[in-house]
């Protein structure tokens, strides 16, 4: 199916099942969001939110909510573009099959954008305040944009061909800035945008940025798609959609000519102002900073224009399903660009960027013939040099020389590392270093400090199942639970500081070090403030541990050491209480959660669309 426009593919979704309208009014302050958060938690359709209170546009959300609404979407260019992409990350296939690189290549030339005079998305010029201004979380500092394509160019070499197309939030209202003629830009220097704006700076000229939303579904996964090398963001927007991103030039403004709105603006050199709070992938919300301003020229709309959002929180969420989707279409091409990687699992439960697990291959032969990590060190440096990846704070890195164990099967995957882990050799800190901007757990905005488990070796313990005795003893610690066998976790009182820690971890340090037995079977112990919780799920775990942990700070042992500057122990123990200067956790609103039941009660839109 090739959709042409949003309504399009919003037409072919409630036609095969997949999309139900809501015709009641929906305030865009909390309770769109809200309803959205219920029906995606239900793993239920795409909405269309008919009458949205304050605005004639009408939105929509959870389009990508499911991998199989997704697939459905794109079911007709899928394997194309796997082959596609495989292609470009496998340059000797062209070799090996001359006649399908062919094929692609006439594929690829068909889907270069295409210049057009001019389209429907210019029939009305409106206003911010026009649009639906969707506040999604309580504590957020305005109304944002989350499904945003944001257009640029390189000054120094303009045109579509050197363009960017990213996805980067936007705050429209709210904070100091302007209503209907200022907005906040949320992205970091390193993304192709910062790149742009450098640029720009250098030059003192203002960077001129253009804000699609809406249009065909394969303009959206385009701009969050991570391309190969060389390959732009608009030509795999045709590739995918099977039809040119059409595109023309307004005030000096490129304009997507299939867009339902765009918002056309400029940041000028060295013009900044605070942006946030807004309730993030992590799970908390990303606290108030500077970010680029960007000053509003003109906005547009076509006929009948449909906005589109998603809504942002403790994962899993609608970015899930761009992750697996991504995933799906890019297939091994991380394990083509690292060398001995077999594969890696950016864990969403634990909001992605703190926590990967991956495995490797073990190829070295260590002078002494010890089997312990060696190959997979060098692995785990390339990992945590590369793209996104470079954001992670835990690696669990490992070798299976039967080749049986995936990453993605967490569980499995936690219990072949701990059975091996030689906990006195095999953690290596990165100190002093980046992390994800999102991420409070650190020293500060960007700083952190990222581990590496690596373990390679034969079967070392035997993995507790049940507490053991010594965790029913201590003092000041309590309610022993159970995440994962060989991995306790125990709550003890709120976190106050870092030097007050250090004389609890002190204090649990003593009451532990003869416990040999209960250490050998126990490698993992996890500091919470409610062990019930986090222990009651997977996710819970994944979620509670590895957010608030800044590695460098927040890991302590029992028995630990250092040896010529290596650091070990004989059980790891961390600290994944709540800081005082981490980020609030997403909460959600009992009044609004209160108010939406009339969608889902009987008379209401979604009356027993939910099971």
Same mark, same amino acid.
């Given at each position: 199916?090739? %959709?042409?426009?949003?309504?399009? #593919?919003?037409?072919?979704?409630?036609?095969?099942?997949?999309?139900?309208?809501?015709?009641?009014? +929906?305030?865009?302050?909390?309770?769109?969001?809200?309803?959205?958060?219920?029906?995606?938690?239900?793993?239920?359709?795409?909405?269309?939110?008919?009458?949205?209170?304050?605005?004639?546009?009408?939105?929509?959300?959870?389009?990508? @909510?499911?991998?199989?609404?997704?697939?459905?979407?794109?079911?007709?260019?899928?394997?194309?573009?796997?082959?596609?992409?495989?292609?470009?990350?496998?340059?000797?296939?062209?070799?090996?099959?001359?006649?399908?690189?062919?094929?692609?290549?006439?594929?690829?030339?068909?889907?270069?954008?295409?210049?057009?005079?001019?389209?429907?998305?210019?029939?009305?010029?409106?206003?911010?305040?026009?649009?639906?201004?969707?506040?999604?979380?309580?504590?957020?500092?305005?109304?944002?944009?989350?499904?945003?394509?944001?257009?640029?160019?390189?000054?120094? !070499?303009? @045109?579509?061909?050197?363009?960017?197309?990213?996805?980067?939030?936007?705050?429209?209202?709210?904070?100091?800035?302007?209503?209907?003629?200022?907005?906040?830009?949320?992205?970091?220097?390193?993304?192709?945008?910062? +790149?742009?704006? =450098? !640029?720009?700076?250098?030059?003192?000229?203002?960077?001129?940025?253009?804000?699609?939303?809406?249009?065909?579904?394969?303009?959206?996964?385009? &701009?969050?798609?991570?391309?190969?090398?060389?390959?732009?963001?608009?030509?795999?927007?045709?590739?995918? $959609?099977?039809?040119?991103?059409?595109?023309?030039?307004?005030?000096?403004? #490129?304009?997507?000519?299939?867009?339902?709105? *765009?918002?056309? $603006?400029?940041?000028?050199?060295?013009?900044?102002?605070?942006?946030?709070?807004?309730?993030?992938?992590?799970?908390?919300?990303?606290?108030?900073?500077?970010?680029?301003?960007?000053? *509003?020229?003109?906005?547009?709309? !076509?006929?009948?224009?449909?906005?589109?959002?998603?809504?942002?929180?403790?994962?899993?969420?609608?970015?899930?399903?761009?992750?697996?989707?991504?995933?799906?279409?890019?297939?091994?091409?991380? =394990?083509?660009?690292?060398?001995?990687?077999?594969?890696?699992?950016?864990?969403? &439960?634990?909001?992605?960027?703190?926590?990967?697990?991956?495995?490797?291959?073990?190829?070295?032969?260590? %002078?002494?013939?010890?089997?312990?990590?060696?190959?997979?060190?060098?692995?785990?440096?390339?990992?945590?040099?590369? $793209?996104?990846?470079?954001?992670?704070?835990?690696?669990?890195?490992? &070798?299976?020389?039967?080749?049986?164990?995936?990453?993605?099967?967490?569980?499995?995957?936690?219990?072949?590392?701990?059975?091996?882990?030689?906990?006195?050799?095999?953690?290596?800190?990165? =100190?002093?270093?980046?992390?994800?901007?999102?991420?409070?757990?650190?020293?500060?905005?960007?700083?952190?400090?990222?581990?590496?488990?690596?373990? %390679?070796?034969?079967?070392?313990?035997?993995?507790?199942?049940?507490?053991?005795?010594?965790?029913?003893?201590?003092?000041?610690?309590?309610?022993?639970?159970?995440?994962?066998? $060989?991995?306790?976790?125990?709550?003890?009182?709120?976190?106050?500081?870092?030097?007050?820690?250090?004389?609890?971890?002190?204090?649990?340090?003593?009451?532990?070090?003869?416990?040999?037995?209960?250490?050998?079977?126990?490698?993992?112990?996890?500091?919470?403030?409610?062990?019930?919780?986090?222990?009651?799920?997977?996710?819970?775990?994944?979620?509670?541990?590895?957010?608030? #942990?800044?590695?460098?700070?927040?890991?302590? @042992?029992?028995?630990?050491?250092?040896?010529?500057?290596?650091?070990?122990?004989?059980?790891?123990?961390?600290?994944?209480?709540?800081?005082?200067?981490? &980020?609030?956790?997403?909460?959600?609103?009992?009044?609004?959660?209160?108010?939406?039941?009339?969608?889902?009660?009987?008379?209401?839109?979604? %009356?027993? +669309?939910?099971?």
């Amino acid at each position: 199916m090739v %959709y042409t426009t949003l309504e399009d #593919c919003i037409n072919d979704l409630e036609k095969n099942g997949h999309l139900i309208r809501i015709k009641e009014e +929906v305030d865009p302050h909390l309770e769109m969001a809200a309803i959205h958060l219920r029906v995606h938690e239900a793993q239920g359709p795409a909405l269309l939110f008919e009458n949205v209170k304050g605005s004639k546009f009408r939105a929509a959300s959870n389009i990508f @909510g499911t991998m199989e609404r997704s697939r459905f979407i794109f079911r007709k260019r899928f394997e194309a573009i796997q082959r596609l992409i495989s292609l470009r990350n496998n340059p000797q296939t062209i070799f090996k099959h001359p006649f399908s690189a062919a094929k692609h290549g006439i594929n690829a030339l068909s889907s270069l954008p295409k210049k057009v005079n001019t389209s429907p998305v210019i029939n009305h010029e409106i206003k911010i305040t026009d649009l639906p201004l969707i506040q999604h979380w309580p504590k957020d500092g305005g109304a944002f944009v989350t499904l945003p394509q944001v257009y640029t160019e390189d000054i120094t !070499k303009p @045109g579509v061909h050197q363009s960017n197309l990213g996805m980067y939030r936007i705050q429209l209202t709210g904070n100091d800035y302007v209503l209907n003629e200022e907005a906040g830009l949320h992205y970091q220097i390193h993304r192709g945008i910062g +790149v742009h704006q =450098t !640029k720009a700076n250098e030059k003192g000229l203002p960077l001129k940025v253009s804000i699609f939303a809406g249009g065909p579904p394969a303009h959206t996964l385009a &701009a969050v798609m991570p391309l190969p090398e060389g390959m732009s963001e608009l030509m795999f927007a045709g590739l995918l $959609g099977g039809r040119r991103f059409r595109y023309f030039y307004k005030d000096g403004f #490129c304009i997507s000519a299939d867009a339902d709105f *765009v918002i056309t $603006g400029e940041v000028l050199p060295g013009e900044n102002k605070p942006e946030g709070p807004f309730g993030d992938h992590l799970g908390y919300y990303s606290l108030t900073h500077d970010f680029p301003l960007m000053h *509003v020229r003109k906005i547009y709309a !076509k006929n009948n224009a449909i906005w589109p959002f998603t809504v942002v929180g403790r994962p899993p969420q609608e970015d899930t399903a761009f992750g697996n989707l991504i995933h799906e279409l890019t297939g091994d091409a991380l =394990t083509k660009e690292i060398p001995g990687l077999q594969q890696v699992n950016a864990v969403d &439960a634990a909001g992605v960027h703190p926590l990967l697990l991956a495995t490797g291959s073990e190829r070295y032969t260590p %002078y002494n013939k010890i089997k312990q990590p060696a190959e997979i060190l060098t692995i785990a440096n390339h990992i945590l040099g590369t $793209g996104q990846l470079s954001l992670a704070k835990f690696l669990f890195i490992t &070798a299976d020389d039967e080749r049986k164990l995936s990453p993605q099967n967490i569980p499995a995957f936690f219990d072949f590392m701990l059975k091996r882990i030689n906990l006195k050799r095999d953690i290596h800190f990165y =100190t002093n270093t980046t992390i994800d901007t999102l991420d409070y757990s650190g020293t500060g905005l960007n700083q952190g400090s990222k581990v590496v488990f690596a373990a %390679y070796s034969d079967v070392a313990r035997k993995l507790c199942t049940s507490i053991p005795s010594a965790f029913s003893q201590l003092q000041n610690f309590e309610n022993a639970q159970l995440a994962l066998p $060989g991995i306790v976790c125990i709550q003890t009182k709120k976190f106050i500081d870092y030097n007050n820690a250090e004389t609890e971890m002190q204090q649990l340090h003593e009451q532990l070090k003869d416990a040999s037995a209960a250490l050998q079977q126990t490698p993992f112990i996890i500091i919470c403030d409610e062990a019930s919780f986090t222990a009651n799920s997977l996710n819970n775990f994944l979620w509670a541990t590895f957010t608030r #942990c800044n590695p460098a700070y927040d890991i302590y @042992g029992i028995n630990s050491f250092y040896n010529h500057k290596h650091w070990g122990c004989d059980a790891v123990v961390l600290d994944a209480r709540i800081k005082p200067h981490h &980020a609030p956790v997403l909460e959600k609103d009992a009044v609004t959660e209160k108010n939406i039941d009339r969608i889902f009660i009987k008379g209401g839109s979604l %009356y027993n +669309v939910l099971k």
